[in-house]
């Protein structure tokens, strides 16, 4: 078995465990990891459909769709989009998303958001794991890239590439559409498919001028400024670099954190409306607690797990 991309395990050890105990986090872990998880493949029908790269791109973001994901792209996979030490064969890979609930939203941190994020990390494992059945329906060998877990892909690069959007102060891609409260998974595969590009609708230069997220990090983690050190985004900006060492340790005390998320204001928060009628409020409230020590479990290494 090969070794994790990056051992949560023991970087949750180094700043003193994981505290936060809440029942249904666990239950959707353990869905994930023992049901999930054994799941992930699946037998490949030896008759090939044969579509064109049009056909095909748009009959998987169709289905997709109809499976309850929000958002759907298809990126070719660049050796920048893998681990250290790992290898992805697969020419293409598609990139999924699925929109987090605002209403779960309204005090961070708080059993409430953490449950809603691993409810869609769930709810998106079963769209991914059913989306590669069908394509392995039609013919297709593919692998699931889990949104959670261990995983062979950077997510992140892959869903810029595929268009959902472009890189926030706070280290998430921010959809012109549904803001950054969205979790991602993907799908690598050989099936020619029509690709997508990166998008610039200006959250780039939003950013550069809105400083909530940093403003309301507890943690102190998000910086003012951008790092010409740090490398290129897509669209050839110098990159915002978020200090994990700071932003973990908090993340793993209290609740998961995410404040990040919901105050961000890109677009007026109109991504932030309860479409369904639930009775919600634009800002949030922010449980600021004192952060814990900063924990770098990589001394010599950058102490971003995503930039290795």
């Known amino acids: 078995m090969q070794a994790s991309a990056f051992q949560w395990d023991a970087w949750y050890e180094k700043v003193g465990g994981r505290s936060i105990k809440i029942d249904a986090v666990d239950d959707y872990l353990q869905q994930i990891y023992q049901d999930q998880y054994q799941r992930l493949d699946g037998p490949v029908n030896a008759t090939v459909q044969p579509f064109t790269p049009t056909e095909a791109a748009s009959l998987i973001k169709s289905k997709a ?4 994901a929000d958002m759907v792209g298809v990126c070719e996979v660049e050796p920048s989009d ?6 992805v064969s697969e020419r293409f890979a598609i990139a999924v998303g699925q929109k987090m609930l605002w209403r779960a939203f309204q005090t961070v941190p708080s059993h409430e958001s953490a449950v809603e994020c691993l409810r869609i990390y769930f709810t998106l494992g079963e769209i991914i794991i059913a989306l590669a059945q069908f394509i392995r329906d039609l ?3 593919c692998k699931i890239e889990h949104p959670i877990g261990d995983s062979d892909l950077l997510h992140i690069p892959i869903g810029l590439k595929a268009g959902f959007g472009e890189l926030g102060r ?6 012109p559409q549904w803001g950054p409260l969205f979790r991602m998974g993907s799908i690598v595969t050989d099936m020619v498919m029509e690709i997508d590009h990166p998008i610039d609708a200006g959250i780039a230069k939003f950013c550069d001028n809105c400083r909530a997220c940093r403003i309301y990090c507890p943690a102190k983690a998000i910086p003012d400024e951008r790092d010409p050190t740090a490398g290129k985004d897509h669209l050839g900006n ?3 670099i ?8 908090y993340f793993a005390k209290y609740n998961y954190c995410s404040m990040c ?3 961000c204001v890109y677009n007026h928060k109109e991504w932030a409306r ?4 639930h009775e919600t409020k634009l800002w949030p409230n922010l449980i600021m607690e004192e952060p814990p020590p900063a924990v770098n479990p990589r001394p010599d290494k950058n102490p971003n797990p995503l930039e290795s």
Request: with cysteine; aromatic share 14%; charged share 20%.
């Open 65 to 68: 769709i109809a499976l309850g």
């Open 261 to 263: 998320l919901p105050v």
């Open 82 to 87: 893998v681990y250290n030490g790992r290898e």
């Open 238 to 240: 110098d990159r915002y």
């Open 242 to 249: 978020v200090d994990t060492a700071k932003c973990f340790p």
């Open 274 to 277: 309860d479409f369904e009628g």
């Open 170 to 175: 706070h280290g998430s891609i921010i959809h």
């Open 139 to 141: 013919g297709y060998p």
